[in-house]
């Protein structure tokens, strides 16, 4: 986890410079932190690992954030979110929001397998 400040500070560095509003800076920082805390906690929780992310601007209209590690197999999209904001709060589950952030604070999220990597593509319209 001492990592995750350093990645966070270099994709709001990123951010920075599209002319992305605050709100939606903050919107793909949750998404972001969400993704690499759950990389960190579910994926490398065992041995640790390397975390690569890159970052780039579509011909102005949108950015992309893809977020990257070598864990086991895991597509969050195929999950449906397992969260009812009407239960009652000793009913709900720990957890679980952080996919259902991801997907409401990003305009698209696209997830595939490469060889030994989770590829986790997040994108915000600019």
Known sequence: MNKLHPMLNWIRAQLEQTG???NSIRKVELASEEAIVNIIQHAYQQKGGEIQIYFKVIEESHIELAICDQGPPFDPLQRPPQYDPLA???DRPLGGLGILFIRQYMDAVHYKRDGKT????????I
């Open 88 to 90: 009652p709060l000793e």
């Open 118 to 125: 989770n590829i986790l593509l997040l994108i915000k319209k």
């Open 20 to 22: 992305l509003d605050e």
